[in-house]
């Protein structure tokens, strides 16, 4: 079976960080990929092809996940994780996501119709 490249991600993210294609076509482009390479078993965490599936991943459901431009540095960077230094990549990944102020992405996403954002009760107050 024909595996997911690194390269084919760093593509899409490229195209997106130039202006070329806007968060609805990298959605679009991103599940046509996912579709393509969809592991058939749950891959392991710590392999080389785990990296660029979860970039992917990410952009396949970034209107729901509130992926947007400001990330694609975050995600290049776990794209170079060397070989054998996955671990050390999924750690900065994780710590990267954990450190996005969630509540200020609302608000500033709260006019851009593609990304699911629910309205909570204080914002119809």
Same mark, same amino acid.
């Given at each position: %079976? &024909?595996?997911?490249? /690194? ?7 490229? =195209? ?7 968060? @609805? ?10 579709? @393509? +390479?969809? $592991?058939?078993?749950?891959?392991? /965490?710590? *392999?080389?092809? *785990? ?6 991943? *990410? ?9 947007? $431009?400001?990330?694609? $540095?975050? %995600?290049? =960077?776990?794209?170079?994780? $060397?070989?054998?230094? &996955? =671990? ?7 710590? +990267? ?7 200020? =992405? /609302?608000?500033?996403? /709260?006019?851009?119709?593609? +990304?699911?954002?629910?309205? @909570?009760? *204080?914002?119809?107050?």
């Amino acid at each position: %079976m &024909e595996q997911l490249q /690194r390269q084919q991600v760093r593509d899409l993210l490229d =195209r997106w960080q130039r202006g070329e294609i806007d968060e @609805r076509k990298v959605h679009e482009e991103a599940e046509v990929l996912w579709d @393509r +390479y969809i $592991p058939a078993e749950k891959y392991d /965490r710590v *392999s080389p092809q *785990s990296i660029a599936l979860d970039v992917l991943s *990410s952009l396949e459901t970034l209107n729901v996940q509130l992926v947007t $431009p400001e990330d694609i $540095p975050a %995600m290049f =960077r776990f794209l170079e994780t $060397p070989a054998d230094q &996955e =671990r050390l990549g999924w750690q900065a990944w994780y710590q +990267y996501w954990q450190n996005i102020d969630y509540n200020r =992405r /609302r608000q500033s996403l /709260r006019d851009n119709q593609y +990304y699911s954002i629910p309205q @909570r009760r *204080s914002d119809r107050e």
